[in-house]
């Protein structure tokens, strides 16, 4: 059975703090190594009251410091907003300080709005034609010392810090597939193009020095409670953060509702649906029903695994159901 991770989102959930968010995320990392996760990603986000990583390394070192074999990382930097060389000393610091188990996703957005994007102070055009650089550039910093190279990261340099591409079309696809990376799909809010960049990623790949054949992650929201009634009550928590997101209200993660009637309209429901389709929300039986077809369906290699639960404790019970599916999955895999 493929190994399955934890893409954490640090929510903040209406009526909380992110010094509140932060402290769950690092108590659901202790659960989530405990269940047997293999890994534990956080995201870059900014000006954005209902996520707190944005300070992306900082939480990842929070979140180290307090698991001991977990792989913790960025799922991911978004690349545009820093220079190369910062990021290689930012997970060079992470590598020295938890070697073997930093892990570095690296995005080509923003991660956040126009005026925000101003306030980074980066390149406001279209990162297209410096990503593949910056990528590069990147892995020159986070590799062996060279003949003559006046510039280096310290600490950073011949770290090896793993380095992933991340995507919600074909580009880091495409991209991956050139460089020899691991790719990760960012399916659970973005699934159009899903299926095609697993294929161009897959067809193009070159074999590199970190990685024979390709690799592909997928992304998944799944939320997973005793009955299928009550996770879809949990999930309605997602649903209308995400709504809200895409009519430029974000805000604090709300709390769930019993029904989404009367909140939104049939077209909003179908564009929310249509987004969150990668999802698998529900009892036991039906999360593992669920996961056992989204792998049948993309041939996976990792599902990394997202849940914006307004609870904390209801979170980490959906994460404990979803572990017990996964060693089921096995059994049933090596039988």
């Known amino acids: 059975m493929i190994p399955f991770s934890v893409l954490d989102l640090a929510p903040v959930p209406r009526g909380s703090t992110p010094g509140d968010a932060l402290r769950h995320s690092r108590d659901l990392a202790i659960h989530a190594e405990r269940l047997g996760f293999h890994r534990y990603w956080l995201a870059e986000h ?62 080509r957005a923003p991660g956040t709005d126009y005026a925000t994007a101003r306030a980074l102070r980066r390149a406001l055009g279209s990162s297209d034609d410096r990503f593949p650089d910056d990528v590069v550039e990147l892995q020159h910093y986070l590799g062996p010392l060279q003949p003559g190279q006046t510039v280096r990261a310290v600490p950073g340099i011949d ?46 790949f070159r074999p590199s020095e970190v990685l024979a054949k390709p690799y592909a992650m997928l992304g998944i929201n799944v939320v997973a409670a005793d009955t299928d009634q009550e996770a879809n009550r949990l999930f309605t928590s997602q649903q209308q953060a995400f709504w809200n997101l895409r009519r430029g209200a974000p805000g604090q993660l709300p709390p769930p509702v019993n029904s989404m009637e009367g909140i939104w309209t ?16 529900g009892s036991p ?36 159901l979803v572990a017990e599916q996964h060693a089921k999955l096995a059994t049933g895999a090596a039988a």
């Open 46 to 107: 900014h000006n954005m009251t209902g996520i707190a990583s944005a300070a992306t390394a900082v939480v990842i070192g929070y979140i180290a410091e307090a698991t001991k074999t977990i792989r913790v990382g960025s799922g991911g930097i978004m690349l545009p907003n820093h220079a190369p060389l910062v990021i290689a000393e930012q997970f060079g610091t992470l590598a020295s300080l938890y070697p073997g188990r930093i892990d570095l996703g690296l995005g």
């Open 285 to 320: 039986d039906t999360v593992r029903e669920g996961l056992a077809a989204f792998i049948d369906r993309t041939q996976a290699d990792e599902l990394i695994i997202t849940a914006q639960v307004f609870d904390h404790e209801a979170r980490k019970h959906s994460y404990t």
């Open 159 to 204: 770290t090896k810090v793993p380095l992933w591409l991340l995507g919600s079309s074909l580009f880091s696809a495409r991209l991956s597939a050139e460089l020899g990376l691991p790719f990760a799909f960012a399916s659970h809010f973005a699934p159009d193009l899903m299926m095609q960049a697993l294929e161009v990623y897959r067809t193009m």
């Open 266 to 281: 049939p077209m909003e429901k179908a564009q929310v649906d249509h987004a969150l389709s990668c999802a698998v929300v």
